[in-house]
């Protein structure tokens, strides 16, 4: 059998704003797919004259807009997966995983409401409209759609590392702590 190595990486990278995770990013090799969550990538890219540097914008005009929300998730699946296999040892940079990580709770979480309201009607024996979703309980088991989706991705991302030496740096953004 044939011995793979695995020449590309998978990073993550976690701070505050403006402290150079993008920069980061567009260090690594050519071409650099950034798939853009966020706004501020575009002022770093005159620092990288002659870098093949290709924006794929995923600005959402209501994130908190479930239906929104998934049609950009299918089309941002789309240009990973292109992008996972076209990128031959260059790199993707996901800015920032973080909003990438509640687009994806957006639209899983709202599969689960959506299921628990048709259950809910249909043992009430009410039209699921008259049933509040924001009222439908979540529990933590519920995130599992969430993180098998998720996990999917970054297995694809550290397959492409092993065959294709492609790298995939995920950018985390750090979020306010809050207290009881």
């Not at 011995?3 to 150079?20: F, H, I, P």
């Not at 920069?23 to 969550?37: A, E, K």
């Not at 039209?127 to 999917?152: E, K």
Request: charged share 25%; net charge neutral.
């Amino acid at each position: 059998p044939e011995m793979v190595t695995a020449s590309g990486l998978v990073v993550s990278t976690w701070g505050r704003e403006k402290v150079g995770k993008t920069h980061l990013g567009l260090t690594f090799p050519d071409p650099v797919f950034i798939f853009n969550f966020d706004i501020g990538f575009r002022e770093l890219v005159p620092k990288f004259p002659g870098r093949d540097i290709q924006a794929l914008d995923f600005i959402l005009d209501d994130p908190s807009d479930a239906r929104e929300v998934a049609r950009k998730l299918i089309k941002f699946e789309q240009a990973w997966f292109w992008a996972l296999e076209n990128a031959g040892g260059g790199s993707l940079v996901l800015d920032t995983a973080t909003q990438f990580w509640q687009w994806v709770q957006v639209v899983k979480l709202q599969d689960v409401k959506d299921r628990r309201v048709k259950h809910e009607a249909k043992k009430t024996n009410v039209d699921p409209m008259q049933i509040d979703p924001d009222l439908i309980r979540l529990y933590p088991y519920d995130y599992s759609a969430a993180n098998i989706y998720y996990g999917g991705l970054l297995r694809r991302a550290l397959w492409a590392a092993q065959q294709h030496g492609t790298n995939t740096l995920l950018v985390h953004r750090c979020k306010e702590v809050y207290n009881d």
